[in-house]
């Protein structure tokens, strides 16, 4: 699997200088496997093969068996006490965050990491600010990486976990452990704020707060007293005033980049999940709908913005599928459920030509075979 | 570009074993991907109808030296671990060249029946080997695998399509566990495991299509998350999971083609990009790709054969032993 690699043509002069250089590369390399591979097949497991494993680890990290091996490796030798198993795990994540500042997309590096912090925190070893420093690092170096936003999530549970080990002595939550895991939720929270701030198009940041949202709330109303997180409190209030400001923030980016992918469907999660729906029909008969209306008026004016930059004079492509989205949820919550109206006919046909890519998805929807809720998105 | 090259592809996978391949010291840095490989070439050529390209009895010998016989599953070279993703790749291959009735492979049927059961975790995921990981590709790799050898029960696919639906977001996509973001690789294996136990009617399907759709940007090619760059891979993870859906003209087929076509080097292989290093792996999609491209539009521009998007291999192959029904 070559991912971003240029393709090269060489000379045959090039070709051949190559092919001596490797000769001996090669010999190297498949005389290190064969030597360990023949020492797994005697089950060795002493402390020079476990050098050895990094010698070709560092030479090749995908290589899965041998990370296998390594573990089993270091499982016999702790148990025979031949080494320190802190040290040595600990010696692990440093070889880890050397390999992955070059390979930071390799499964098996990030896998053999999961798996050193499982053996550490069963004896309550694992240092879980420092994993934490660490993969925040990563994600300035990118801020997309899959496998880093994965393995935030699980140094977060582990924390929260944490804390609820501390107390495991009442079943129920108690004041302590929820103020505890509110502040890593928070803390979380804000993290993905300041990588939003940074680039608005981090949709991995977005879908990280639609995760965190309902359960900072939640843990909101676990505490007794509301005295904690003055600065995110008032936000936190209730769904309705979350929504508010959520919104803001989906505004800004909005009239920032109107083509970035990620606001929009943000934008679409705030207006039609549950959380917030239900809470904002507790408020009053009407809040629903003047929120959704405040909003049909933010984005007609944008799309008013972007036709007169148009030279053609189009609408924009994710403005009219956000009205269109809109008026859908408009009409739906005004029982006006039925066939498309003619309004909505107009939008899909002109989304037909002005995202021509999606044509015949477009096609579909007017022919009605599609539902409400996938309208527009 | 407007024309594939079938004939150069088809050398390309020939030669991937070559001497001037093995000439090069990255051929023998990728061993630990040699059976998966192998597979992704296998189907190449099965999709360009040209499967006797490779001697069959040598795939055959070198599939069954991959088996690990401690754990009863596939490695992906000769002394590695078994691990899931080979051992499909092990199964794939062999019922592609209709070899899994051989004795040879009966005899080890019960050990790796037995390696895959094992591997199924409480919470009804799968992990790709003893150490843990645990990843909705392992779920999907599991279920395609014990489906293929008639192994599949309604015991191990309920737990396992439970906690796939745990793994669905907001956008109608999926991740590879709980509370990770929609990947379209992953919304595959997901779309896939749920088509092969008979349970798409528990998503909503045109949710989950306009993700994939919104997945094709300017020029054509997809991307596998939003504002990320295409890569030519996802023409089969998108494509695949749209054909599951039945919703395979929800992208623009012109400007795919056009974009897969740009990634192919005139002297054989395929990249990711255009102008980047080919691969098999990206050969192989690319091809089982514009297949599906093919059958949607039912046409036969490139002369490719039908490829089946839950299992990637021919559907004259997954016919065999099919029992879902396709959409
Ligand atoms: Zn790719």
């Given at each position: 699997?070559?991912h971003?690699?240029?393709?090269?043509?060489?000379?045959?002069?090039?070709?051949?200088e190559?092919?001596?250089?490797?000769?001996?590369?090669?010999?190297?390399?498949?005389?290190?496997?064969?030597?360990?591979?023949?020492?797994?097949?005697?089950?060795?497991?002493?402390?020079?093969?476990?050098?050895?494993?990094?010698?070709?680890?560092?030479?090749?990290?995908?290589?899965?068996?041998?990370?296998?091996?390594?573990?089993?490796?270091?499982?016999?030798l702790?148990?025979?006490?031949?080494?320190?198993?802190?040290?040595?795990?600990?010696?692990?994540?440093?070889?880890?965050?050397?390999?992955?500042?070059?390979?930071?997309?390799?499964?098996?590096i990030?896998?053999?990491?999961?798996?050193?912090?499982?053996?550490?925190?069963?004896?309550?070893?694992a240092?879980?600010?420092v994993?934490?420093?660490?993969?925040?690092?990563?994600?300035?170096?990118?801020?997309?990486?899959?496998?880093?936003?994965?393995?935030?999530?699980f140094?977060?549970?582990?924390?929260?976990?944490?804390?609820?080990?501390?107390?495991?002595?009442?079943?129920?939550?108690?004041?302590?452990?929820?103020?505890?895991?509110?502040?890593?939720n928070?803390?979380?929270?804000?993290?993905?704020?300041?990588?939003?701030?940074?680039?608005?198009?981090?949709?991995?940041?977005?879908?990280?707060?639609?995760?965190?949202?309902?359960?900072?709330?939640d843990?909101?109303?676990?505490?007794d007293t509301?005295?904690?997180?003055?600065?995110?409190?008032?936000?936190?209030?209730?769904?309705?005033?979350?929504?508010?400001?959520?919104?803001?923030?989906?505004?800004?980016?909005?009239?920032?980049?109107?083509?970035?992918?990620?606001?929009?469907?943000?934008?679409?999660?705030?207006?039609?999940?549950?959380?917030?729906v239900?809470?904002?029909?507790?408020?009053?008969?009407?809040?629903?709908?003047?929120?959704?209306?405040?909003?049909?008026a933010?984005?007609?004016e944008?799309n008013?913005?972007?036709?007169?930059?148009?030279?053609?004079?189009?609408?924009?492509?994710?403005?009219?599928?956000?009205?269109?989205?809109?008026k859908?949820?408009?009409?739906?919550?005004?029982?006006?459920?039925?066939?498309?109206?003619?309004?909505?006919?107009?939008?899909?046909?002109?989304?037909?030509?002005?995202?021509?890519?999606?044509?015949?998805?477009?096609?579909?929807?007017?022919?009605?075979?599609?539902?409400?809720?996938?309208?527009?998105? | 570009?407007?024309?594939?090259?079938?004939?150069?592809?088809?050398?390309y996978?020939?030669?991937?074993?070559?001497?001037?391949s093995?000439?090069?010291?990255?051929?023998?840095?990728?061993?630990?991907?040699?059976?998966?490989?192998?597979?992704?070439?296998?189907?190449?050529l099965?999709?360009?109808?040209n499967?006797?390209?490779?001697?069959?009895n040598?795939?055959?010998?070198?599939?069954?030296?991959?088996?690990?016989?401690?754990?009863?599953?596939?490695?992906?070279?000769?002394?590695?671990?078994?691990?899931?993703?080979?051992?499909?790749?092990?199964?794939?291959?062999?019922?592609?060249?209709?070899?899994?009735?051989?004795?040879?492979?009966?005899?080890?049927k019960?050990?790796?029946?037995?390696?895959?059961?094992?591997?199924?975790?409480?919470?009804?995921?799968?992990?790709?080997?003893?150490?843990?990981?645990?990843?909705?590709?392992?779920?999907?790799?599991?279920?395609?695998?014990?489906?293929?050898?008639?192994e599949?029960?309604?015991?191990?696919?309920?737990?396992?399509?439970?906690?796939?639906?745990?793994?669905?977001n907001?956008?109608?996509?999926?991740?590879?566990?709980?509370?990770?973001?929609?990947?379209?690789a992953?919304?595959?294996?997901?779309?896939?495991?749920?088509?092969?136990?008979?349970?798409?009617?528990?998503?909503?399907?045109?949710?989950t299509?306009?993700?994939?759709?919104?997945?094709?940007?300017e020029?054509?090619?997809?991307?596998?998350?939003?504002?990320?760059?295409?890569?030519?891979?996802?023409?089969?993870?998108?494509?695949?999971?749209?054909?599951?859906?039945?919703?395979?003209?929800w992208?623009?087929?012109t400007?795919?083609?056009?974009?897969?076509l740009?990634?192919?080097?005139?002297?054989?292989?395929?990249?990711?990009?255009?102008?980047?290093?080919?691969?098999?792996?990206?050969?192989?999609?690319?091809?089982?790709?514009?297949?599906?491209?093919?059958?949607?539009?039912?046409?036969?521009?490139?002369?490719?054969?039908?490829?089946?998007?839950?299992?990637?291999?021919?559907t004259?192959?997954?016919?065999k032993?099919?029992?879902?029904?396709?959409?």
């Amino acid at each position: 699997m070559q991912h971003g690699v240029k393709r090269i043509s060489l000379s045959e002069q090039a070709r051949k200088e190559k092919i001596q250089r490797d000769k001996l590369k090669i010999a190297n390399y498949r005389a290190l496997c064969k030597d360990l591979l023949d020492k797994k097949d005697k089950d060795v497991r002493d402390i020079a093969t476990l050098q050895a494993t990094t010698d070709l680890l560092l030479k090749n990290p995908e290589f899965y068996t041998i990370w296998n091996y390594r573990r089993d490796i270091i499982v016999a030798l702790v148990d025979a006490e031949k080494i320190k198993k802190k040290d040595t795990l600990e010696d692990d994540l440093k070889l880890i965050v050397a390999l992955l500042k070059r390979y930071p997309k390799c499964y098996w590096i990030w896998n053999h990491r999961i798996w050193c912090l499982d053996q550490l925190q069963q004896t309550r070893e694992a240092n879980w600010n420092v994993e934490l420093a660490i993969v925040s690092k990563f994600l300035d170096l990118d801020s997309r990486n899959y496998h880093c936003w994965q393995y935030r999530r699980f140094v977060i549970n582990n924390m929260e976990e944490d804390t609820l080990l501390e107390s495991s002595e009442s079943s129920n939550l108690g004041q302590k452990e929820a103020r505890a895991l509110l502040r890593i939720n928070i803390e979380e929270y804000k993290f993905t704020t300041s990588k939003i701030n940074k680039n608005i198009s981090n949709f991995s940041a977005w879908h990280n707060r639609t995760k965190l949202i309902p359960k900072i709330y939640d843990l909101f109303g676990e505490l007794d007293t509301t005295n904690d997180h003055a600065d995110v409190r008032h936000v936190f209030a209730r769904p309705q005033t979350i929504l508010q400001h959520e919104l803001e923030l989906v505004k800004t980016g909005m009239f920032m980049d109107s083509d970035d992918t990620s606001i929009w469907l943000y934008l679409q999660w705030l207006l039609t999940n549950p959380f917030f729906v239900d809470d904002l029909r507790k408020v009053s008969p009407t809040c629903y709908l003047d929120v959704l209306n405040a909003q049909l008026a933010i984005v007609e004016e944008l799309n008013e913005l972007e036709r007169e930059d148009h030279p053609k004079g189009w609408d924009h492509r994710w403005c009219l599928r956000c009205i269109l989205l809109i008026k859908s949820l408009i009409r739906e919550e005004t029982s006006e459920i039925g066939a498309l109206d003619d309004m909505s006919r107009k939008m899909l046909q002109s989304l037909t030509e002005i995202d021509p890519l999606r044509k015949c998805r477009y096609l579909d929807q007017l022919e009605g075979t599609g539902t409400l809720s996938s309208l527009a998105f | 570009m407007t024309q594939l090259f079938k004939q150069k592809h088809v050398e390309y996978v020939q030669n991937l074993n070559s001497q001037i391949s093995q000439d090069s010291y990255e051929y023998w840095l990728l061993e630990h991907l040699r059976l998966n490989g192998i597979y992704w070439g296998v189907v190449a050529l099965a999709t360009m109808d040209n499967l006797k390209a490779l001697p069959e009895n040598e795939v055959f010998d070198f599939v069954l030296s991959c088996w690990d016989s401690r754990s009863g599953g596939f490695g992906a070279f000769p002394r590695h671990d078994g691990h899931i993703l080979s051992t499909l790749s092990a199964i794939q291959v062999l019922l592609i060249y209709n070899r899994l009735d051989d004795p040879k492979v009966v005899d080890k049927k019960p050990a790796i029946v037995k390696f895959i059961k094992e591997l199924q975790l409480e919470n009804g995921s799968f992990q790709g080997d003893r150490f843990g990981e645990v990843d909705t590709r392992f779920i999907y790799t599991a279920i395609s695998a014990l489906s293929i050898l008639g192994e599949l029960t309604e015991e191990m696919s309920r737990p396992a399509v439970d906690f796939i639906l745990l793994c669905q977001n907001f956008d109608g996509g999926f991740g590879m566990v709980p509370g990770a973001e929609s990947h379209a690789a992953q919304v595959f294996t997901c779309l896939a495991t749920l088509a092969i136990t008979g349970q798409l009617d528990r998503i909503k399907p045109e949710k989950t299509a306009a993700w994939l759709s919104d997945r094709q940007v300017e020029g054509g090619g997809l991307n596998g998350r939003p504002e990320k760059l295409p890569d030519l891979c996802y023409s089969w993870w998108v494509m695949s999971s749209l054909s599951i859906l039945g919703k395979a003209h929800w992208v623009d087929f012109t400007g795919l083609i056009s974009f897969i076509l740009k990634c192919q080097d005139p002297n054989g292989g395929i990249s990711d990009r255009a102008d980047n290093e080919t691969d098999v792996y990206h050969t192989c999609f690319a091809l089982a790709g514009l297949s599906l491209i093919e059958m949607s539009q039912k046409l036969k521009e490139f002369g490719l054969v039908p490829i089946d998007p839950v299992y990637c291999m021919p559907t004259s192959v997954t016919r065999k032993f099919t029992n879902y029904t396709q959409q």
